[in-house]
């Protein structure tokens, strides 16, 4: 049975500052998209709730005072792992921000790897360090290689690019094996129609070498300013080239500190 969604953005908050960028990025996103935002705490042992309520009251004003979004909060108790994923798809959330110094730096607030917390959630998820959302999402990385399926990865790509009157620089792996380049080829064209139907500005560059994707990736991002990175995380999608475990964990937690989408390709919508 399929997720019903809602123009919902769901942001976990622990109340550190890496939290409160994530917050600050979702505020901007759904005023932009027109988004109601939910923040969620799920509380451990170390505050009273009565401090815990003062500190979302607080989140929650700053928001309304600051933009036109309308905006709450939750708090909940339990596993904060399964907390959020069931958050997210009982209140039918569209999108998740989620705020984290890196693949290690989320343990104390997860109690599991990020990387898991991600790809196991039930909505597209933004990993937000501590790169402020400044004029917004005007720049986006797009990687093409071995799809399967890359229909979501264009429509959020088209939704945020229409939002925030974006380019999207699209960036291919090329590779030695006839077939699999075969199918980037198609993959390549059908994505650059789509854009092009839709009237989104972009560009193609394509990488000097099948090996190392991830890291020309970066590199490319950081080259042109990028704002955000929209990747799957399914290993099916993969080129057997790498692992795409590793590579999507360098892509997430990249050093340049840019925001990435990290989309779940057996979600619909």
């Given at each position: 049975m399929e997720n019903e969604f809602n123009n919902i953005v769901l942001v976990p908050t622990d109340f550190s500052d890496i939290c409160q960028n994530a917050i600050d990025h979702g505020t901007e996103i759904a005023e932009y998209l027109n988004f109601k935002l939910v923040v969620l705490h799920v509380i451990k042992e170390e505050l009273p709730k009565d401090v815990i309520i003062d500190n979302l009251q607080n989140i929650i004003h700053n928001i309304k005072k600051n933009s036109n979004v309308q905006a709450e909060f939750l708090i909940k108790e339990g596993n904060i792992f399964n907390e959020i994923h069931k958050t997210a798809t009982d209140i039918?959330?569209?999108l998740?921000?989620?705020?984290?110094?890196?693949?290690k730096g989320l343990q104390y607030l997860f109690g599991s790897h990020a990387f898991k917390v991600i790809t196991k959630s039930p909505v597209p998820t933004i990993v937000v360090q501590k790169k402020g959302f400044n004029k917004g999402y005007k720049k986006i990385v797009f990687p093409i290689?071995?799809?399967t399926e890359a229909r979501q990865q264009v429509q959020w790509s088209m939704l945020i690019a229409k939002s925030f009157g974006s380019e999207i620089l699209i960036f291919q792996q090329p590779h030695k094996d006839p077939g699999i380049a075969s199918k980037i080829k198609i993959a390549s064209q059908q994505i650059e129609e789509a854009f092009n139907n839709n009237g989104i500005k972009f560009e193609i560059k394509i990488a000097d070498k099948a090996s190392d994707f991830a890291d020309q990736l970066i590199g490319y991002?950081?080259?042109n300013n990028a704002d955000l990175m929209v990747i799957m995380t399914s290993p099916d999608i993969f080129s057997p080239d790498f692992r795409s475990g590793q590579w999507s964990e360098e892509i997430m937690f990249n050093k340049a500190q840019i925001p990435v989408m990290c989309i779940n390709p057996i979600l619909t919508g």
């Open positions: 039918g959330a569209k998740m921000m989620l705020g984290t110094h890196g693949k290689n071995d799809f991002a950081v080259s």
